[in-house]
């Protein structure tokens, strides 16, 4: 019996997921962040699942997304792109400015298409795995490697949210000192067998920063290091950073904001530069390859608009000898899958991938995807090989539904302020 790929149904199931207080230039992660779960549900009754930002303005692009999906074939993948573009964005929620915030470069109505339409393609692919008995990595052409690695991303952090504030606990403590970053790298390699660290910058004086990347290479020695301050720093002092550290540092992870002072930055120190800010989109890409403003762009399917983007934007990078990694925002096991897929896929890939998985100590799976020795093994099963847990969805949404507003969009600044009244994201660049 020829199956039916026929969409019957798009579900949409916004929720709320614990986030611990995690610190950045901007502010502190708020103690529950939004997440989309997206369902594409076929005629034969097969479901595809897939994740993104579940915020406000991306909520409203995808509603509309949805209902024009019902009666297309899963595996119409090329067509989800020119249904996208059909969608209107209210203005009002794009700058076309430098969307620090986001710490995501400049925000643009593309750019929002693009992280709500990566859902929806994670989604058809999974539903059509599963549908042919096939993983989603051999959809996408075939797996290069039988496990993926990736990297710990270490944050600064309180040991919990202000007094007051609503919110789950976990058992990581406080790091606000070199001491107490080594403390935390070797908690994630005691639990998860990471080998390469990367530190989120930004939120001290570059020179504490510094003494605390020293301080793990003098813990870990040998161990690959990265530092991404978030574009917080000038040029000058993210080329006495770069000096600073050079010796350690596999990479500097937008040390300075936008395409023009990465390359000037570029042009001053020999130390390889990263971004996942500067390059998120194709047309940022000829600048910034002209200039030689970046040697490793840190992908993101969140960004790109789904995996087969992904995959072309690596191929974009080999032609110009441009590195290729991930970055990561906080996200839940179905994007960490789509992640470890895609990354099996890509060839070349030299440096651990980001993820925040760590820190999320929910999830929507009825099984956390697991890591060994720092990896994840790439699934065989079909689809994504991950299974739905609806109880969970289900508790992750009503706590989402019975918010105020107040935590539907992401806000690291105005989370700030809970611990300090007279907090503003500070101007950039910071130091």
Known sequence: MTADLTIAEARLTPILVADPPLLNTQGVHQPYTPRLIVEIVTADGVTGVGETYGDTKYLELARPFARSLTGRRV??????????????????????????????????????RLSVLSAFEVACLDALGKTLGLPVHTLLGGKLRDSVEYSAYLFYRWGAHPAGVTAESDDWGPALDPDGIVAQARRFTERYGFTSFKLKGGVFPPDE???????????FPGRPLRLDP????????????????RDVLEYLEDPALGTPAMAEVALRTDVPLATN????????????????????????????????NTQ????????????VSMHSNTHLGISLAAMTHVASTVPGLRHACDTHYPWQQEDVLTERVTFDGGRVTVPDAPGLGVELDRDRLEFLHRRWAADDGSLRDRDDAAAMRAADPEWAAPSVPRW
């Open 75 to 112: 595996s119409d993948l090329n067509g989800l792109h020119q249904l996208a573009d059909q969608v209107a964005v209210d203005r009002s929620r794009v700058s076309e400015r430098v969307d620090v915030g986001g710490l995501r470069g400049v925000q643009t109505a593309d750019k929002l």
């Open 312 to 323: 072309q934007l690596a191929a974009v990078c080999r032609t110009f000898g441009v590195e």
């Open 277 to 308: 800010m500067c390059v998120t989109t194709f047309p940022e890409i000829e600048e910034a390859f002209a200039r030689r403003a970046v040697q490793v762009v840190l992908s993101d399917h969140h960004y790109w608009g789904g995996l087969r």
């Open 230 to 245: 978030n574009g917080a720093w000038s040029v000058d002092t993210s080329v006495k950073v770069a000096d600073a550290l």
């Open 209 to 219: 920063e510094t003494a605390a990347v020293r301080a793990l290479a003098g813990a």
